[in-house]
C-alpha cells in the first residue's frame, strides 16, 4: 500500500514538472491588430507614373483581405486594370516577432515577386525594399495612410541613391 501511494505522488510530481515546463501557445497581439485594419473588400482608384515599371495611366482595383486562421497573419487577394492591362495578385502581411518588423511578399501576373520589410508610426505603414532593374538597384518606399477605419492612401516612391525620390504610384482605397 505504501508503495502505491509513493509511485502516485512520484506520477504527480512528475505531472507537475512536466505541465510546469510545457510552453504556453502564444496568441495573436497587437501588431496583429494592425494587420486587421487591412481586414475586408477594399475599392482603390490611382494613378501609375510612368515609371522603370511602365507607362503611367489611371488604375484601379479590388483587393480582398482576411485574417488567416489562427490571426497571425493578413493573406490578400487583389484584382484591377492599370496602363499595363489586367493585374491579379496575391499577398501575404506578416509581423515577425524575432526582428520586431512587419513583413510583406506580393506575387502577382508580372515577372516579379516583391519582398518588403515595414513599420508602422501612428497611422502611416511604410514598407521598403531594393531591387534591380536594368542592372540598376533602385529602392522602394510604399507608404500607406491610415485616413480613417474605411479609407486609406498609398504612394510608392522609387529611388536610385535614397535621396532623390520620384512618386511611381498614387492611390486612394476605401473599404465597401
Known amino acids: 500500500?505504501?508503495?502505491?501511494?509513493?509511485?502516485?505522488?512520484?506520477?504527480?510530481?512528475?505531472?507537475?514538472?512536466?505541465?510546469?515546463?510545457?510552453?504556453?501557445?502564444?496568441?495573436?497581439?497587437?501588431?496583429?491588430?494592425?494587420?486587421?485594419?487591412?481586414?475586408?473588400?477594399?475599392?482603390?482608384?490611382?494613378?501609375m507614373h510612368a515609371s522603370p515599371f511602365g507607362p503611367g495611366g489611371p488604375m484601379s482595383g479590388t483587393e480582398t483581405c482576411k485574417m488567416f486562421e489562427g490571426g497571425w497573419h493578413l493573406v490578400c487577394d487583389s484584382t484591377g486594370t492599370g496602363p499595363m492591362g489586367a493585374m491579379k495578385g496575391h499577398t501575404l502581411m506578416t509581423y515577425d516577432r524575432q526582428t520586431k518588423q512587419y513583413r510583406y511578399f506580393a506575387v502577382n501576373n508580372m515577372a516579379d515577386a516583391e519582398m518588403a520589410v515595414g513599420g508602422k508610426s501612428g497611422n502611416t505603414w511604410t514598407w521598403t525594399n531594393s531591387m534591380s532593374i536594368g542592372g540598376k538597384t533602385i529602392q522602394s518606399r510604399f507608404i500607406i495612410t491610415e485616413t480613417s477605419p474605411t479609407t486609406h492612401t498609398a504612394k510608392w516612391d522609387m529611388s536610385e541613391d535614397g535621396k532623390k525620390w520620384t512618386t511611381a504610384f498614387e492611390a486612394k482605397a476605401t473599404k465597401g
Open 1 to 47: 500500500m505504501l508503495r502505491r501511494v509513493l509511485i502516485a505522488a512520484a506520477l504527480a510530481c512528475c505531472t507537475a514538472a512536466v505541465s510546469a515546463q510545457a510552453p504556453q501557445m502564444p496568441t495573436p497581439g497587437p501588431e496583429q491588430k494592425n494587420l486587421a485594419y487591412f481586414e475586408g473588400t477594399w475599392k482603390m482608384e490611382g494613378t
